[in-house]
T-cell receptor, first 114, second 114 residues
Framework: AQSVTQLGSHVSVSEGALVLLRCNYS??????LFWYVQYPNQGLQLLLK??????LVKGINDFEAEFKKSETSFHLTKPSAHMSDAAEYFCAVPGDGGYQKVTFGTGTKLQVIP | DAGITQSPRHKVTETGTPVTLRCHQT?????MYWYRQDPGHGLRLIHY???????DKGEVSDGYSVSRSKTEDFLLTLESATSSQTSVYFC?????????????FGPGTRLTVL
């Protein structure tokens, strides 16, 4: 079964500092992987996705993620945090029952300190 | 963005009462999903639908039922609400089950069972 693990339920960074949110996947086949963002009191929206076309994936709002097969990781980064980045971030992987179901990580809440 | 609405947006009910949540989409997406979001658990799949009158269970389906009589509407019913079903419920859609296809989320329904 496909699964993802997010390390750190809460991450705090200073405004302007590097953002690093961790996601490790468990998969017996090359996965497809997603990062979603949830702003307060809203639904989730797609940040970026890995589809095996390129290991470095760029998303919205200057976020990017690098797929590393040797580390089974797909960590999300942003060079310089902005106050508006404060949100909860979810890693996700389709799998289980073909690709009909999607499994989400437990989420990482990002706090940006001014 | 996919047009996904959820109703009601907030509901307070009492233990033992039936509750129905509605998800409506305007994008003609084949797949629709119901998730619940709880602190520390991320998003957990309750039920999903892969077409009109075609539904299947997710990982936390006990106590919930669903129906989809039209492509655009997916209903989630709590037959007899319990306090453990207090949560935020999200509906999502997906055009088809291709692994690179992302989900689109509604704004959520906050349900409190007293």
């Amino acid at each position: 079964a496909q699964s993802v693990t997010q390390l750190g339920s809460h991450v705090s960074v200073s405004e302007g500092a590097l953002v690093l949110l961790r996601c490790n996947y468990s998969s017996s086949v090359p996965p497809y992987l997603f990062w979603y963002v949830q702003y307060p009191n809203q639904g989730l929206q797609l940040l970026l996705k890995y589809t095996s076309a390129a290991t470095l994936v760029k998303g919205i709002n200057d976020f990017e993620a690098e797929f590393k097969k040797s580390e089974t990781s797909f960590h999300l980064t942003k060079p310089s945090a902005h106050m508006s980045d404060a949100a909860e971030y979810f890693c996700a992987v389709p799998g289980d029952g073909g690709y009909q179901k999607v499994t989400f990580g437990t989420g990482t809440k990002l706090q940006v300190i001014p | 963005d996919a047009g996904i609405t959820q109703s009601p947006r907030h509901k307070v009910t009492e233990t033992g009462t039936p509750v129905t949540l509605r998800c409506h989409q305007t994008e003609n997406h084949r797949y629709m999903y119901w998730y619940r979001q709880d602190p520390g658990h991320g998003l957990r799949l309750i039920h999903y639908s892969y077409g009109v009158k075609d539904t299947d269970k997710g990982e936390v389906s006990d106590g919930y039922s669903v129906s989809r009589s039209k492509t655009e509407d997916f209903l989630l019913t709590l037959e007899s609400a319990t306090s453990s079903q207090t949560s935020v419920y999200f509906c999502a859609t997906r055009e088809w089950e291709g692994p690179a296809n992302e989900q689109f989320f509604g704004p959520g329904t906050r349900l409190t069972v007293l």
